[in-house]
């Protein structure tokens, strides 16, 4: 599965500042099952590692939002990134 734009364009969608989605969720935004990669939270670190490009963590920079994965496992927030910060990461430069 590399086909995040559904979640980008759901995120795009999006006017909270923060928002908190369940795996079922996404994988009903995307109309198609998660990787077992995506229980890691290192999956979702849009702020790890950011030279590594993962097409989960772009779909969610081009909404404008950094994910992580929560606590409980089995959901990812979403929060927005300021305006300043999302041109940094548009050109590569965060």
Do not use: H
Not at 60 to 65: K, M, P, R
């Amino acid at each position: 599965m590399n086909d995040y734009g559904p979640l980008r364009d759901y995120l795009k969608k999006q006017t909270l500042p923060e928002l908190v989605l369940s795996f079922e969720q996404i994988e009903a935004i995307l109309d198609a099952p998660l990787p077992r990669a995506a229980q890691r939270a290192s999956w979702w670190d849009s702020l790890r590692s950011p030279q590594e490009r993962m097409p989960q963590r772009e779909a969610c920079l081009e909404a404008g939002y950094v994910a992580t994965r929560q606590a409980d496992g089995n959901s990812v927030k979403f929060k927005r990134l300021p305006r300043n910060a999302r041109r940094s990461y548009e050109s590569g430069s965060a």
